[in-house]
């Protein structure tokens, strides 16, 4: 008669047994997982990042921040901080799509310029969807940076640790401007707030202009030229542009380049924009072999308005090989390529 009870209290224990070796074996998995996480982070920023820095393949950097990035911020799951190195795979995972944004943009010019209008308004809603796509990231690797690092307010920067801290911030506040600007290029298709460019303007006084290739001033006054508002009293923002364009040119990061030229750009200055885009292409010859990727990144700015400016006039991107001139240049004596001796 007391055989059930017995079974019964025995079933009882032997399952809070299980239930409690499973929970141990959870435990141990997340332990593993957070583990795994931390040295892939670590490792990520002792060893990839150098790595990836120094090669000058903006596609495989693109490939790279695509692949990597879902599994590095997965981590955050078990307890692993990825937030250090999410703004690096962010940014360069947002050239992917605004590779794709511009091919479309150049197919918009061609097909408008052909009087192909249905094809031109297909070209134009594909670029807005990649412009989304493009912002998004970027407005994720600023938010990561705050997340990080916080903002710099009332006067007070953040307490960057190291350069490789430094690194992030200034790659953090120059994805915070792409964001605005390929936000207000897809229509504010996602609202990013426009506030965040006076906190890049402040944030990026907060690192060496000197130290850091001319970026941080050329940065700050880019948006003085975009956004008069927010220049200091008697400031001049070309002049600092320029200023920053040399340091970049002498350090071999021609990183102000290419924000000169997006700001002449952006306000319709096409005779700065082609100075900016000849100076870029004559200043290759000493490139910072440390950060090839943030030079070819720039090559890619640069190479983009450089090709909106060729297909616009006459139905082509620039040249291979022929970056820094322009369709109506002087042409020389030599006879000009027949494309038909080549077919």
Known sequence: MNVLPTLLGSFSRLRLALLASLLVVLQGCGIIYKTTGDVLINYGRAEMVPYLLMDNDVAMGCATGEALTPLLLSFESVGSNPDRLAPLVFTVAATCTEALALEEELRYSRALKEGRVSEAQDARELQKRYLRVTAQRYHKAYQRTTAQYGEADNGQCPRLRTDFDELVWLVGQIAGVQAVLNDGASDASLGIPRDIAAKVERGAAC????????????????????????????????????????????????????????????????????????????NDSHIDQNYAMLDALAEFLITGISDRLWTEATGKRTPFGGLGTFWDDQRSSQPAFDIDDLL
């Open 207 to 282: 690192v060496d202009n000197e130290k850091w290739w001319g970026v941080p001033n050329g940065t700050r006054a880019a948006l003085w030229s975009i956004l008069p508002m927010f220049a200091p009293e008697g400031a001049d923002p070309w002049r600092e542009m320029d200023r920053s364009v040399r340091i970049g040119f002498e350090q071999g990061v021609r990183l102000p380049s290419a924000l000169f030229a997006i700001a002449a750009h952006s306000v319709g200055d096409e005779q700065r924009v082609r100075r900016a885009i000849r100076e870029f292409s004559k």
